[in-house]
Nanobody, 127 residues
Framework: VQLQESGPGLVKPSQTLSLTCAVS??????????WAWIRQPPGKGLEWMGD???????FYSPSLGSRISISRDIANNMMYLQMNSLKPEDTAVYYC????????????????????WGQGTQVTVSS
């Protein structure tokens, strides 16, 4: 599986961020795969933001609440992240990632659960 993120790079505070993850090598509907957005602020650790499962079900980090939305385009094999009300502390490298997780394994909510990663895209929130 190969993943490639793309996005605006620089966003102003209070605006909405939109990121795209292009997936190749496998379908985003392949059974038991989870497709996540993970970020890493400067000098900090990796933070799982949320994911969309092969079924289309979505799971979000409670810390981000209703600020984020993850969706997908099955026809084009792409995944999207939207995050509103951006703040300077949202400045980070944003990654899309994928992993296989059978039903009994639960939802993979840690960055270490994911074994396929994109190269990441820098997002800076600044006026």
């Amino acid at each position: 599986v190969q993943l490639q993120e793309s996005g605006p790079g620089l966003v102003k505070p209070s605006q909405t961020l939109s990121l795209t993850c292009a997936v190749s090598g496998d379908s985003i509907t392949t059974n038991y795969y989870h497709w996540a957005w993970i970020r890493q602020p400067p000098g900090k650790g990796l933070e799982w933001m949320g994911d969309i499962a092969y079924s289309g079900s979505t799971f979000y980090s409670p810390s981000l609440g209703s600020r984020i939305s993850i969706s997908r385009d099955i026809a084009n094999n792409m995944m999207y992240l939207q995050m509103n009300s951006l703040k300077p502390e949202d400045t980070a490298v944003y990654y899309c990632a994928a992993t296989y997780r059978p039903l009994w394994g639960g939802v993979p909510t840690t960055a270490s659960s994911y074994d396929n990663w994109g190269q990441g895209t820098q997002v800076t929130v600044s006026s």
